[in-house]
């Protein structure tokens, strides 16, 4: 049957794909658009599974908090180029995907691509995309905090985000952005030294005592010494790695942990989320 631009366009409009996918799908489907939608949906699975082992290491990192602060999340949407990732459509998409996961509170990732958006799930939304872009796209990231105040922190040109949950409300939410900068440049492992997992401590350890017992400089040391200069080492990586110890990038002069308390005594962060494309 014959097909109208008329009608290609309205296709267009309602699926993002492209006038001649739109063409073939109308014509596949006889002219029933919901039929048509389908087909192109189809055909973005299709292309989904052909570029399933293409690395998609570029795309947007996104972080945001509902209304009162009080729950956050972070969403990671990939895809293969620079070029796609810096794209209006696709920044709004994230950004759409990141409101739908803060408003729902999806149990998990899975659970997240159903949500329905725009008329359609997320899962659908990102096929529909992938056969408009011609590239993949994939959701890779979600996760949310809950505490009695979340602040985000997004890097310019959304590639690395951060999110920190507190134990009380901010009177100065300037200190939350501060600590959730201080997550995203310089990427501690845990909150402070006692919420380190047991794995990365012996782990840590394991080096530190090759470290010390391949030094020249401690060839013939008895073994209280050199367990004395391994607990040194370990607690240089706590101090170096666990938020509240590091030096404060804005005043390398005081802790984290110091900041935090010259600010607002009994303030104290809980956990927190930091997600880097290409990391």
């Known amino acids: 049957m014959a097909i109208s ?150 890097h310019p040109g959304n590639k690395l985000v951060a999110l920190v949950g507190f134990n009380k409300k901010l009177a100065d939410l300037q200190v939350g952005k501060d600590v959730a900068m201080q997550v995203a440049a310089m990427n501690p492992v845990a909150v402070d030294k006692a919420n380190v997992p047991a794995k990365v401590i012996e782990k840590e350890k394991e080096i530190a005592l090759d470290q010390t017992k391949n030094d020249p400089k401690n060839a013939g040391k008895p073994e209280n010494i050199l367990e004395r200069i391994t607990e040194g080492k370990l607690e240089k990586f706590f101090k170096e790695n666990t938020l509240l110890n590091q030096e404060f990038i804005k005043d390398n002069k005081h802790t984290v942990a110091e900041y935090i308390n010259s600010v607002d005594k009994g303030l104290a962060p809980t956990e927190f989320i930091r997600q880097q494309l290409g990391a």
Not at 22 to 27: G, P
Request: charged share 25%; net charge negative.
């Open 5 to 154: 631009a008329t009608e290609v366009a309205k296709l267009r409009k309602m699926t993002g794909a492209g006038m001649m996918d739109c063409k073939k799908a109308l014509e596949e489907a006889n002219g029933d658009y919901e039929k048509a939608v389908d087909v192109i949906r189809k055909k973005g699975q299709l292309i989904a599974n052909k570029r399933a082992d293409r690395s998609a290491d570029e795309g947007c990192a996104l972080a945001g908090v509902n209304a009162d602060g009080t729950t956050g999340a972070v969403v990671v949407l990939n895809c293969e180029t620079d070029f796609v990732s810096k794209n209006e459509d696709f920044i709004k998409f994230t950004g759409e995907i990141l409101q739908a996961a803060i408003d729902q509170k999806p149990a998990d990732i899975e659970a997240l691509k159903k949500i329905t958006l725009n008329g359609v799930s997320i899962a659908d939304g990102i096929n529909q995309r992938l056969a408009t872009i011609g590239e993949k796209i994939e959701l890779s990231f979600f996760g949310m905090l809950n505490a009695a105040q979340v602040v985000p922190y997004i």
